[in-house]
């Protein structure tokens, strides 16, 4: 009987194998799909049951999580969190993540690949793995410059650091308090999150990265950095500059702001941005045609989709097709050209930083919970917008914009700041869109920024990018500059 | 004339005790991981039970020493390490019902039930001193194995539980009383087929190449094969089922050697599982469940969904290599996690590396049972041990790959880790059948059991090195010089020990 009972034996072998190999299934081949999989609660409590990662901002934690006596073990925490909602996020356990909560989720759970050795080390001495640290670029004195210039308008202010492509400052209005949504209560989050999803202004999405604008007046920066990449101008070149200019093939016509003239006709092309003559921009758009415009503005880092900081970021647009008449609406940020503050930002940026866009990003270093550093932001070149000669031209005109122009209420004593004003027409019944962007100081840039304020915030009809958006983009200069 | 070479025989009691202290530490380290893993503390009374699960390994060892010397070594600190490993996840599965608030006190039981148990099987080694013994009830065996089958169908006794109806009230107590009807049954089983094996194997006419049975040596196997598909049927155990039918046809085919029984048993089985299937919604449920495990219409299924099959996925799946470690998974998230969906739970808290050595210690606990079966000298033991250690096997099989879907889910125990007296007391029985077995198995026979006194003496039980005596009868000289036949089934001609 000893043959069988030894075929019997190595049946049950095989038995046991199949067991081990179907073990191995489950929970290494199928694991990270299990884990995906929505239904698997577990992969929430565990989430939440970890210590998370703090968001850090010069030093002090934004968002941290506590340890809290109920199911799911810790608490997210955010301090300030209206100010910080457009860079932090929300962190819900109903309604699920944005922003870095989301983006730099690996980190801040401590999952990322790059934290492979501190898991590891976790592993060996047993302790609960923590997730790293993730350390923001933000400048907190010009985080709150901007947030309370902004107020109660609604609007976007983004802060760069023109040689590096740091982001000092994003704001976001209205903003949000993300301890709202970060509540365990899991109806209270539901009531929470239904307020802001019907509120005015739609507070969970951050207007500074998510949400584009006709950058109006300001989008002539990239139309005259057009027209002198061209070669064929510069600073002192003339252009026409009629009280109304008529649009071929349609019986439109382009007007400047006020109904009025631009002071010269025919104007240089310093004048003319100075002022921000609307009919010389328009003629210059139609002259260097759509294919110079898109170009030059695809080298700011419009059309560009897969831009992150590392938060996803909603494209700005050029558009892919346009007729003479629609080419000189574009070259004075109307018609389907769109951008978000964090692009102008870019484009004031790259003209500070000799025409070299830096990568903007928002996560400067990551720290292990152990403080070792685990990965650093290096500056990176995103791209080439302008020629040396050509950022330095646009720095003198944009100088002469805020020192004699339309931008003068962003002067700051003993600065010399760099601007452009912008009022972009949305429709006939609304008050245009106010924007400014600028740098400073001009001979040594710091900080670039745009500022956007929805439908002229409080001044309404009123608002003009310099009475509106200069003041606030002039109070985020002074903080960077003095911190 | 072949002499017989003076040998050295390892009885190995001495490595046993080190494999004890061994699978102690195992079990009462993770007792202490628990209590660390739960409340940053060690429990406070981990060195009583330490001191109480350590008594029970010693006392069996001892007894061991005393009644059956010779037995393997391996088998009893592999299911002491089982045991401990089981203990400590009912334990720590306690803590979090109790903090959900829902229905705790597992693990106090489960400790009860060991003791009992391991008190059990010492009395059974005590008093059964030889396995052969157990020859003399084959029919009384397959009796009370049926009748145990059948005692849930009892009106007052038997009780439904999520639709199988598999219980048995005894006073405030529920049993399983199917564990206990597969060891009956094995009983029986070895002794029917140790007699009929031949009529079996070689009567009867030929058809297609298979060997057919002739109808009346058939008589008693359909009494069996009725019974078990009689539990498919009227109490919805499809587990207990292919227990008993997955134990018959091994059964079968160790006696006859013949494959045609396991095909004939395979087909049975199968056609009367299929008929189940479709006459019976709830075993065609189960099918459903296994193959559309993720479908969210069957995950959401009040009855018969997948929903608790794939929670226990997803914790495996959160557990992954290494686990979350003892106490830091969310086990009690999947319904059963002390006794049904015990492995699933062990699974999320010492991972697929933890999963892997306890099916290992599996493998080497129901292996050392094979490896009885074929040292053993009688075609009794040797069907009995072999079929024990199958159904150890077998039951496994049947549980982790239900819950890892290798195989549709069945409502069955992890022998010795998961939560249940019955289980735990019939699967400690099965351990001390194989200890008494392999004891007999190993003893240095046949030279040392023809000089062998009724009783052997203290100092006659050999120390691991001694030497064996190398004085021999002539008669059991010439025994052993035919040591490679087997001897006779049908007319052992050796004492055979009572019940004393």
């Keep these: ?483 | 004339m072949a002499t017989v070479e003076p040998h050295r025989v390892r009885a190995g009691r001495g490595v046993e005790l080190w494999l004890l202290v061994l699978a102690l530490a195992l079990a009462v380290g993770a007792y202490a991981l628990v209590g660390l893993g739960t409340s940053d503390e060690v429990p406070a009374d981990v060195l009583g039970y330490g001191a109480g699960l350590a008594a029970l390994a010693l006392g069996l060892h001892v007894v061991l020493r005393w009644r059956a010397p010779y037995a393997d070594p391996v088998i009893l600190p592999v299911t002491i390490a089982l045991n401990g490993i089981g203990l400590a996840m009912i334990y720590r599965i306690d803590i979090a019902y109790e903090g959900a608030g829902k229905d705790h006190g597992f693990a106090g039981r489960q400790l009860l039930w060991t003791t009992i148990s391991v008190v059990l099987a010492a009395a059974v080694l005590i008093c059964l001193r030889d396995h052969r013994t157990l020859r003399r009830y084959t029919y009384t065996a397959m009796v009370v194995g049926l009748v145990l089958l059948g005692l849930p169908l009892l009106p007052v006794l038997g009780t439904s539980i999520n639709g199988a109806r598999i219980w048995v009230n005894v006073g405030s107590v529920g049993m399983q009383p199917a564990e206990f009807a597969k060891l009956a049954l094995a009983v029986f089983f070895a002794g029917y087929l140790v007699t009929h094996r031949d009529t079996l194997a070689l009567a009867g006419p030929r058809f297609a190449g298979l060997q057919l049975p002739r109808a009346r040596d058939l008589g008693p196997i359909l009494v069996v094969w009725a019974g078990s598909i009689a539990v498919l049927v009227f109490e919805r155990d499809l587990g207990t089922s292919l227990l008993l039918f997955g134990l018959f046809v091994a059964m079968l085919y160790l006696a006859t050697e013949r494959v045609s029984w396991v095909v004939i048993g395979l087909a049975m089985f199968v056609g009367g599982a299929v008929v189940a299937s479709s006459v019976f919604s709830h075993v065609g449920a189960r099918f459903d469940a296994w193959l559309h495990a993720m479908d969210p219409e069957i995950f959401d299924r009040m009855y018969g969904g997948s929903g608790q099959l794939v929670r226990g996925l997803f914790g495996m799946a959160s557990g992954g290599l290494f686990g979350t470690g003892w106490g830091q998974g969310r086990p009690d998230l999947v319904t059963y996690a002390e006794s049904d969906f015990i492995v699933p739970s062990l699974g999320e808290e010492l991972g697929l590396t933890g999963l892997l050595a306890i099916l290992m210690l599996y493998v080497v606990l129901t292996q050392r049972g094979m490896r009885a079966a074929i040292g053993v000298r009688d075609g009794f033991g040797k069907l009995l041990a072999g079929g024990l250690a199958f159904v150890v096997a077998w039951q496994c099989f049947v549980v982790v790959g239900g819950v890892t879907r290798l195989i549709p889910l069945t409502g069955l125990t992890t022998p010795f880790l998961a939560y249940g007296g019955s289980s735990l007391l019939a699967n400690w029985i099965i351990v001390a059948l194989l200890l008494r077995v392999s004891d007999d198995a190993r003893r240095p026979a046949p030279a040392a059991r023809g000089v062998r006194a009724d009783e052997p003496l203290p100092g006659e039980v050999p120390d691991d090195d001694a030497p064996v005596p190398t004085r021999v009868p002539a008669a059991a000289a010439a025994q052993g010089a035919s040591a490679g036949a087997e001897p006779d089934d049908e007319h052992p001609t050796e004492r055979i020990g009572g019940l004393s």
């Design chain 1, 1 to 483: 009987m000893n043959t069988p009972l030894r075929r019997v034996a190595t049946v049950m072998l095989v038995m046991f194998l199949a067991l081990m190999g179907s073990a191995t299934w489950v929970q290494f081949v199928q694991a990270p799909g299990l884990n995906a999989d929505s239904r698997n609660v577990r992969t929430l409590y565990r989430e939440f049951g970890n210590a998370r990662g703090p968001i850090v901002v010069a030093g002090g934690a934004v968002a941290r999580s506590v340890k809290v006596d109920d199911s799911f073990g810790y608490q997210r925490e955010y301090t300030d969190g209206e100010l910080y909602s457009a860079v932090t996020g929300f962190y819900s356990v109903v309604h699920g993540s944005s922003q870095l909560e989301r983006a730099a989720n690996d980190q801040l759970t401590g999952r990322g690949d790059q934290l492979f050795f501190s898991r590891l080390r976790d592993l060996v001495t047993g302790r609960k793995p923590e997730g790293a640290a993730v350390e923001t670029t933000l400048v907190e004195a010009a985080q709150r410059a901007a947030f309370e210039g902004l107020g109660d308008q609604q609007g976007a202010v983004v802060a760069i650091e023109p040689a590096t492509g740091r982001i000092l400052a994003m704001v976001s209005t209205p903003g949000f308090d993300p301890n709202a949504l970060a509540t365990h209560d899991v109806s209270a989050a539901n009531e929470a999150y239904a307020q802001l999803a019907e509120a005015d202004g739609n507070p969970l999405r951050s207007n500074a990265t998510l949400e584009t604008y006709p950058p109006g007046s300001t989008f002539k920066l990239v139309t005259a950095a057009a027209a002198l990449e061209s070669g064929e101008y510069d600073a002192s070149s003339t252009l026409p500059a009629p009280v109304r200019l008529d649009l071929p093939q349609t019986s439109a016509t382009i007007g400047n702001f006020g109904g009025g003239g631009c002071g010269a006709n025919p104007i240089t092309l310093a004048d003319a941005l100075r002022v921000s003559c609307n009919t010389a921009f328009a003629q210059l758009g139609m002259d260097l045609g759509d294919d110079a415009l898109r170009e030059q503005a695809q080298r700011f880092g419009f059309d560009d989709a897969s831009l992150t900081i590392p938060m996803a970021v909603a494209a700005s647009r050029f558009p892919a097709e346009a007729n003479a008449p629609q080419t000189a609406q574009s070259a004075i940020g109307q018609f389907d050209v769109a951008a978000t503050p964090l692009q102008m930002a870019m484009v004031s940026a790259g003209i500070a930083n000799d025409g070299k866009v830096m990568r903007p990003y928002v996560v400067e270093r990551v720290r292990a919970a152990n403080l070792s550093v685990v990965s650093q932001t290096e500056p990176e070149v995103l791209s080439t917008a302008v020629s040396p000669g050509t950022a330095a031209q646009l720095t003198d005109m944009m100088v002469d914009v805020v020192a004699n122009g339309s931008g003068t209420s962003a002067q700051i004593p003993g600065v010399q700041v760099a601007g452009k004003t912008g009022t972009a027409q949305t429709s006939a019944d609304a008050a245009p869109h106010a924007w400014f962007t600028a740098f400073a100081p001009a001979d040594d840039p710091q900080v670039a920024v745009a500022v956007l304020v929805e439908h002229g915030g409080s001044a309404g009809s009123e608002a003009t990018g310099g009475r509106v958006a200069a003041p606030i983009a002039r109070a985020v200069i002074q903080a960077v500059l003095a911190s």
